[in-house]
């Protein structure tokens, strides 16, 4: 089993910032990659980003591109999740996840453990 735990959600003006934690904990051997998703109300559950332990090689959603960062430091087994300029749209729990193996990374059906979520609130 893996634990994910997510910090630092909290509310924030148009054009602020967050920094989103990850830390996981059991059998974080068995974790190939990490994802953020994010869940607005009423909405499906969404691809944020995505990063691979091995290579570091990450990945976007074009909502979040060149505005979000995915980053994971392999001695803490924790990822975080830079958030700059908000905008109204990115107000959404946001969970990270993780992933033994993955063919589709965009697919939350592809990850075998979510965390609990984090809320993430942007207001102008």
């Known amino acids: 089993q893996v634990q994910l735990e997510e910090s630092g959600g909290g509310s924030v003006q148009t054009g602020g910032s967050l920094r989103l934690s990850c830390a996981a904990s059991?059998?974080?051997?068995?974790?190939?990659?990490m994802a953020w998703f994010r869940q607005a109300p009423g909405k499906e559950r969404e691809f944020v980003a995505y990063?691979?332990?091995?290579?570091?090689?990450?990945s976007y959603a074009n909502a979040v591109k060149g505005r979000f960062t995915i980053s994971g430091d392999n001695a803490k087994n924790t990822v975080y999740l830079q958030m700059n300029t908000l905008n109204s749209e990115d107000t959404a729990v946001y969970y990270c996840a993780s992933a033994s193996r993955i063919t589709f990374i965009t697919s939350p059906r592809e990850y075998d453990y979510w965390g609990q979520g984090t809320q993430v609130t942007v207001s102008s």
């Open positions: 059991g059998r974080t051997f068995s974790s190939y990659a």
């Open positions: 990063i691979r332990w091995s290579g570091g090689s990450t």
